[in-house]
């Protein structure tokens, strides 16, 4: 089991700069991939950034790859999002999720359909 619970979210003026952070219980954190993920009213939940288990490789969405930076910190349980150049279509709530069907995977999923523990969310809103 994996419980995750996010925080950092707030307003913010366009171009501006953001970190979220999502925090792990259970030493199964450090076995799984992380993805934060997001979505916006009237939206579906979108793919944003996800990270594999020691870290090594990142991966992110094309609208948010260059200004987003995913990092965890296993000793911490702790999965991060930097969010730099922010721009009012950034708003939504944000989720950070755990893939812990395969441990120390380096496949990283893309759809919300293969993560299998979620946080409540944290709500980022850009204004213009």
């Known amino acids: 089991q994996v419980q995750l619970v996010e925080s950092g979210g707030r307003l913010v003026q366009a171009g501006g700069s953001l970190r979220l952070s999502c925090a792990a219980s259970g030493r199964a954190f450090r076995r799984n991939v992380m993805g934060w993920f997001r979505q916006a009213p009237g939206k579906e939940r979108e793919f944003v950034a996800a990270v594999t288990w020691n870290g090594s490789n990142r991966y992110y969405s094309n609208s948010v790859q260059g200004r987003y930076t995913i990092s965890r910190d296993n000793a911490k349980n702790s999965v991060y999002l930097q969010m730099n150049s922010l721009k009012p279509e950034d708003t939504a709530v944000y989720y950070c999720?755990?893939?812990?069907?395969?441990?120390?995977?380096?496949?990283?999923?893309?759809?919300?359909?293969?993560?299998?523990?979620w946080g409540q969310g944290t709500q980022v809103t850009v204004s213009s």
């Open positions: 999720a755990a893939d812990s069907r395969i441990e120390f995977s380096d496949y990283v999923a893309y759809s919300i359909y293969e993560y299998n523990f």
